[in-house]
Nanobody, 125 residues
């Protein structure tokens, strides 16, 4: 199983950016998918997740600004980021986990079996 994240780059504060994560190989049918991020000098943290049922979960810091979505026909998950702030600067990682992940487990790194290589998002003027 491979996860290929893309779409990172440099964006000004208040701007928008969209990330993509393509999943290839044999995974669970409609796996739970998530985005995590790691800022310089900080631990990796949960950003957003989408379950098999298409229900979503977000970190408080990104609610109302970020949207996670998936396209099952393309085996791709997206993270649409609006109103970006300097503190959103980080390497963003996508992850795939069991299709039956419960809501309370979505934010845990250990819930996910497969990880992408990360894509850097820099928010700066």
């Amino acid at each position: 199983v491979q996860l290929q994240a893309s779409g990172g780059g440099l964006v000004q504060p208040g701007g928008s950016l969209s990330l993509s994560c393509k999943v290839s190989g044999r995974t669970a049918n409609n796996p739970a998918m998530a985005w995590f991020r790691q800022a310089p000098g900080k631990d990796r943290e949960f950003v957003a997740a989408v379950r098999r049922s298409a229900s979503t979960s977000y970190a408080e810091s990104v609610k109302g600004r970020f949207t996670i979505s998936r396209d099952g026909t393309k085996n791709t998950v997206y993270l649409h980021m609006n109103y970006l702030k300097a503190e959103d600067t980080a390497v963003y990682y996508c992850a795939a986990g069991p299709s039956g992940l419960i809501l309370s487990s979505l934010w845990l790194e250990r819930s996910y079996d497969y990880w992408g290589q990360g894509t850097l998002v820099t928010v700066s003027s």
